[in-house]
């Protein structure tokens, strides 16, 4: 079992940063695909990043540039440091993990997830 806890969230203007923290627990952290996903209001969960257990990101389009997914493998911790916000990143992201190398980009290739972390950009 993991465990998931996201942190860092908050209200930023438009241009601004924020570092997302998510702290996983419960099993061997450095063999897990890490991913991150956003969801905004009516609309449904889309995929942001994810870093994989040997080393290697993928990202979304839109947040491409942007964003930059890391972890610390030591701290079982994994990052989204995200500059340039724009009002339409505003959503509740998540944290999730995938046990199994499967298509990043859906939820169901995802095991666990955290209850996530509010960020709301203003312009």
């Known amino acids: 079992q993991v465990q998931l806890v996201e942190s860092g969230g908050g209200l930023v203007q438009a241009g601004g940063s924020l570092r997302l923290s998510c702290a996983a627990s419960?099993?061997?952290?450095?063999?897990?695909?890490m991913g991150w996903f956003r969801q905004a209001p009516g609309k449904e969960r889309e995929f942001v990043a994810i870093?994989?257990?040997?080393?290697?990101?993928y990202y979304a389009d839109s947040v491409k540039g942007r964003f930059t997914i890391s972890r610390d493998n030591a701290k079982g911790t994994v990052y989204l440091q995200m500059n340039s916000l724009k009002p339409e990143d505003t959503a509740v992201y998540y944290c999730?993990?995938?046990?199994?190398?499967?298509?990043?980009?859906?939820?169901?290739?995802?095991?666990?997830w955290g209850q996530g972390t509010q960020v709301t950009v203003s312009s």
């Open positions: 999730a993990a995938a046990t199994q190398h499967r298509d990043p980009r859906f939820s169901r290739s995802y095991d666990y």
């Open positions: 419960g099993r061997t952290f450095s063999r897990e695909g």
């Open positions: 870093s994989w257990s040997a080393g290697s990101t």
